[in-house]
């Protein structure tokens, strides 16, 4: 019998990971070109090591830095999953791109993961300059889904707070029906037993982590309305990590893009963030890419896609509204 539940579950996982509604994006694009790479740890804990990959100008040149953060669900994913043509056009529009890793739920909860961007933050600042010669001063967050939604809590959870943000289809309140209940949308999927959700994590602290292998975690937390008790933890004070509680006049400008057919995070969740920054007089833009799902710029024609080259051309120019250049000198000079 118990062999017979093992097999059960191996092809109940096997379906799930073929099934899969959003597979993970290809890190490289065939023919892209890709600034060199300087890998650093930003953070030890334990027995492990954060790391986070710097690619700039071959030059000494101090210049704006862009915080990276990658999606996920904070359940899976890398710093390599940049995507390859936005990574070169930051490096050639002048910026130092720091893509970090962090520590990934359910093994390491929301509080942990937030310290890992303090931290990644707080290095930058205070090793940057000389190791890659970021100005410290000129900093800002992009992420993408979850990595969006840790940019938007970049916006007051960081001292001295970043120079601008970049949510791409992030979200801003974790604490609705659309993360607390079953979801519409993955529940038309084969439900996943808790078994089977639990198969594919386990105690080890992560910071990489394959879509394929976690998929079936997180369409458990979706079918079930789990995914904050998993993420956040079971007796966590929500409203500390929802960044639409938390907007003032001193957050950061912030520029956010989201499809409006979004079916992981919901579309509105932008909206209503646009709006809390416009009651504080908050600079900031959304720009709403009609017909278009989650991650449109990875999937289905991708950056190919003249809306989601567009969005991008608009996300160049806040960058660099956002960091307006300094005398050009060295860090280190007299």
Aim: negative net charge; glycine residues 8%.
């Amino acid at each position: 019998m118990g062999k017979e539940l093992a097999c059960c579950s191996l092809v109940l996982l096997a379906t799930l990971m073929a099934r899969a509604q959003t597979p993970e994006p290809p890190n490289l694009s065939p023919g892209a070109i890709v600034p060199a790479r300087q890998t650093y740890v930003y953070k030890t804990i334990a027995d492990c090591n954060i790391q986070a990959d710097v690619f700039r100008m071959p030059d000494k040149t101090p210049r704006p830095v862009i915080l990276w953060l990658h999606g996920g669900a904070l359940i899976w994913g890398s710093r390599t999953r940049i995507h390859a043509e936005q990574l070169t056009r930051y490096v050639r529009e002048g910026f130092v791109v720091v893509a970090i890793d962090y520590r990934l739920a359910p093994e390491t909860k929301l509080p942990a993961i937030l310290d890992d961007l303090k931290d990644a933050y707080g290095w930058i600042r205070k090793a940057g300059p000389a190791l890659f010669q970021a100005d410290p001063d000129r900093i800002i967050v992009v992420g993408h889904s979850a990595g969006g939604y840790l940019a938007l809590m970049a916006g007051f959870a960081l001292d001295p707070p970043p120079r601008a943000l970049v949510s791409f289809y992030g979200y801003g309140d974790i604490s609705g029906k659309w993360t607390n209940r079953p979801d519409p949308y993955y529940s038309q999927e084969p439900a996943v037993s808790k078994e089977a959700a639990g198969g594919v994590v386990g105690s080890m602290t992560l910071t990489e982590a394959s879509h394929e292998r976690r998929w079936p975690f997180y369409l458990y937390c979706r079918q079930q309305g789990r995914w904050v008790q998993e993420v956040v933890g079971e007796h966590a004070a929500i409203e500390r990590f929802c960044p639409i509680r938390h907007v003032t006049g001193e957050f950061p400008p912030t520029l956010f893009l989201h499809g409006n057919k979004d079916t992981d995070v919901p579309y509105e969740q932008s909206v209503r963030m646009a709006e809390e920054l416009q009651r504080h007089g908050v600079s900031h833009e959304l720009i709403m890419l009609p017909d278009r799902g989650h991650a449109f710029d990875s999937f289905g024609e991708g950056m190919k896609d003249p809306l989601a080259a567009d969005a991008f051309e608009r996300v160049i120019r806040f960058l660099k509204e956002a960091s307006p250049p300094l005398l050009t000198r060295s860090f280190g000079e007299e």
